[in-house]
Nanobody, 120 residues
Framework: QVQLVESGGGLVQAGGSLRLSCAAS????????MAWHRQAPGKQREFVAR???????NYVDSVKGRFTISRDNAKNRVYLYMNSLQPEDTAVYYCQMLVRPNWASVGDYWGQGTQVTVSS
């Protein structure tokens, strides 16, 4: 089994920065892509950023130029650096990883979420 644990959320003023971290543990052969999603109150969960095993990245338009996703393959971690935060970035942030526990299988895993609150 694989577990994902996020950390780094909190309360920050508009214009501030935060770094989210997500660590995977358990039976891990390799991790294909890692991603961050978020869910604001009363809204559906939305994709924020993704990083593939080759390091290529994708972002939702609303965070381009402000957020940066990176990964540490040796530590099975993914990070989300968030700059110039705005109140509309307030949400619970979830990490997602597509993990191979062995060469023949793959599983989709999610963390429990970490709250990010941006005050105006």
């Amino acid at each position: 089994q694989v577990q994902l644990v996020e950390s780094g959320g909190g309360l920050v003023q508009a214009g501030g920065s935060l770094r989210l971290s997500c660590a995977a543990s358990g039976s891990i052969f390799s991790i294909t892509f890692m991603a961050w999603h978020r869910q604001a109150p009363g809204k559906q969960r939305e994709f924020v950023a993704r990083i593939a095993s080759d390091g290529s990245t994708n972002y939702v338009d609303s965070v381009k130029g402000r957020f940066t996703i990176s990964r540490d393959n040796a530590k099975n971690r993914v990070y989300l650096y968030m700059n110039s935060l705005q109140p509309e970035d307030t949400a619970v942030y979830y990490c997602q990883m597509l993990v191979r526990p062995n060469w023949a299988s793959v599983g989709d895993y999610w963390g429990q979420g970490t709250q990010v609150t941006v005050s105006s």
